[in-house]
């Protein structure tokens, strides 16, 4: 039997394993995905332990990700320029290989909600400059976005992101996130604003063209107020949960070898546990 799981703490709340257990039994594999609840102090151990116990490898969560840069033998090239490790494979040599499939997850879902999409159509503005921005902005400036305006609360954090990653990546003010949407093609919040139990995102869409994509990483609630704002001005709407699903993909092929597929029936699954919280 292959093993994978998800190394977190706390990692209770993963959607992990209700998705890599859905593709597991689609595909008829003897397998298993497991939560793997890991403070920060038994990290090196944890990952160090995982091909004796059959493991194929695993996914990192809060607080792991940044931190097992440093513990696996390779990082691969997009999980350097992002500086996170969201996918652990344990090689055949038993040496443990750390990637980033976030990029991947952000991009694929896209564009398989606005196939028409693409990133050279515009300007793109991006809120937050934590690490889901770094995918972010990693996979709009792969795609030839010609400029990406980054807006953060604290402005370093933001400058910090546009030195690592280059291109076309211009760092503003956050009391100017409301001035910035002009002409702007695509607004993707990446800030835990709007998530249940945070507060609310403070943001005027007047300026956002109706033809803008508005895509919010928050999926808890699905439907947040940015989301709900945009669609009634008109603006096509992409939610979260599509970036997990698609996230997923490349992990579970790297471990498992079936690449699987983002269904209607696999999305029904997580969404009603997402209700069901
Ligand atoms: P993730 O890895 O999910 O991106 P993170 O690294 O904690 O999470 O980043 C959270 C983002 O939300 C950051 O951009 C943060 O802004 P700061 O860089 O100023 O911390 C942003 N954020 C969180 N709370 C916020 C608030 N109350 N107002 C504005 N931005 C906020």
Redesign the pocket.
Known sequence: MIRAGVMGWPVEHSRSPLLHGFWLKQHGIDGAYELLPVPPESLETALRGLAAQGFAGCNLT?PH?QAALAVVDHVDATAARIGAVNTVVVRRDGTLEGRNTDAFGFRENLRAVQPAWRASTGPAVV????????AVVAALLDDGAPEIRLV???RD??AALAAALGGATIVID?SRRSAVLGDAALLVN????GMTG??PLDLALEALPTTAIVND?VYAPLATSLLETARRRGNPVVDGLGMLLHQARPAFAAWFGVTPEVTPALRRTVEASLVAR
């Open positions: 809060v990700k809120l937050g400059a934590g690490g889901a921005a770094r953060n609360r604290s954090h933001a956050w990446t800030t835990s604003l945070q507060p990483i």
